[in-house]
């Protein structure tokens, strides 16, 4: 019996997608804070501060791949990305007390954080192209894996930290180690096809460049739709662990909480693309964006289990966020330049990650009031997510009229 050939679009949807699952680690941070914090004498602040330099330069690095991908090969590209990541890692174990602060925003933040986005882009885009009639299906496999990457690595990073025999060092040491090898070992299945458009429907669209689609209306509302309906995650995420005791949960159910975080997370990354592949992408946007505003708002009044389920909710719309965004910019502005495009899309993101914290930690209610547990701030967040929700609205109605 003759061996069915595997097609070259399934062998870069697996080996993608288990790149992504390491790449992913960026979501587990929360687990290193209190360890970095108290191995190296730094403030609480500055080490958190790591993860809005990460995510930003993340942003960056899916910006720069967007572009490279027409110059470079894909599999270069993802084997830069990886070996950034584990490079960045691996000089991070080596720093010390004496080492100023910020030097852990170099290593783990803008190496590894730059890293991350040139392979997690290169990825998406090469999946999307080989499945340009199941782009919802291929996206959502691609990012589901990202975000189940905290699932796996949230616990596994807190034993291995714990052991008397490992440690902080030794962790980073380890997970660089692993990321060197999956990356060395399967960036050559990243390519691009060589039909990159390859059907009637996308051959009678338009193909929009960056400096043809900064031009368009539909951009800016889709670019402040992504800034807005992230805003609440950023700002709960890295208080993941601190928000459990403070609403009637133990405070050991931390982790776990960042475990359901993380798999709802991974849940919305794959279910959201298929969902708008049901309802509409827009309308899939829409209504992540709606539940972000009211679970968001809701969480000044409710506590324990009730809190357990939105926070999973907000989760699980951030996830579908990764997965259905990348595909509402291919059906605005085309598949051919859809790396490029979406870098551009992300630069919301990355705005968010900085714009956001600064702003929502102004609002302060008083004497006593905990900055990660003030009911002003989670009003504030879900009415962002709420005026997400309504430019959403406008380019639903946009596209309905056919407005460019």
């Not at 900055?371 to 997400?388: E, P, Q, R, W, Y």
Request: overall charge positive; proline content about 3%; glycine content about 10%.
């Amino acid at each position: 019996m003759l061996e069915r050939k595997i097609s070259p679009g399934v062998k870069v949807l697996v080996a993608g997608s288990i790149l992504q699952l390491l790449l992913g680690v960026i979501y587990v941070w929360s687990v290193f804070v209190q360890p970095v914090q108290s191995t190296f004498g730094w403030s609480d602040a500055d080490v958190k501060f790591t993860v809005n330099i990460m995510l930003c330069c993340f942003v960056l690095g899916i910006l720069a791949a967007g572009k490279l991908q027409v110059k470079i090969k894909a599999s270069y590209i993802v084997l830069t990305g990886g070996m950034m990541m584990a490079a960045g890692m691996f000089i991070t174990s080596l720093l010390s007390a004496a080492a100023p602060f910020w030097s852990i925003w170099i290593t783990y933040g803008i190496i590894g954080g730059f890293g991350v986005g040139l392979a997690y882009n290169t990825i998406i885009s090469s999946a999307q192209k080989w499945f340009p009639k199941k782009r919802g299906l291929a996206t959502g496999i691609s990012v589901f894996t990202f975000g189940f990457s905290a699932v796996i690595f949230a616990p596994l990073v807190e034993q291995l930290i714990k052991a008397n025999t490992i440690g902080l060092v030794s962790t980073f040491q380890i997970l660089s180690i692993a990321f060197l090898i999956a990356t060395t070992s399967l960036f050559a299945f990243i390519k691009l096809p060589e039909n990159v458009v390859g059907t009637a429907s996308f051959d009678a669209q338009k193909q929009y460049t960056i400096g043809q689609m900064v031009k368009k209306v539909d951009f800016y509302l889709i670019f402040f739709s992504m800034m807005f309906l992230t805003a609440a995650f950023f700002i709960i995420n890295p208080s993941i662990r601190l928000l459990a005791p403070m609403h009637g949960l133990e405070v050991s159910f931390g982790v776990t909480l960042v475990m359901i975080v993380g798999l709802a997370n991974s849940a919305g990354r794959l279910a959201i693309p298929l969902l708008g592949d049901k309802i509409g992408r827009r309308g899939a946007v829409l209504a992540i964006l709606l539940i972000t505003a009211v679970g968001t708002a809701s969480l000044s009044i409710i506590n324990s289990s009730l809190f357990v389920i939105v926070i999973a909710l907000i989760a699980f719309c951030y996830g579908g966020s990764s997965g259905i965004f990348p595909l509402v910019t291919a059906d605005h502005f085309g598949l051919k330049n859809v790396g490029a495009n979406y870098g551009a899309v992300m630069v919301g993101f990355m705005s968010s990650v900085l714009l956001f914290p600064y702003i929502i930690g102004q609002l302060n209610t008083g004497a006593g009031a905990v900055s990660a547990d003030n009911a002003v701030k989670f009003i504030a967040l879900g009415t962002i997510a709420a005026v997400g929700a309504l430019l959403t609205l406008i380019l639903m109605l946009r596209t309905r009229r056919g407005d460019k």
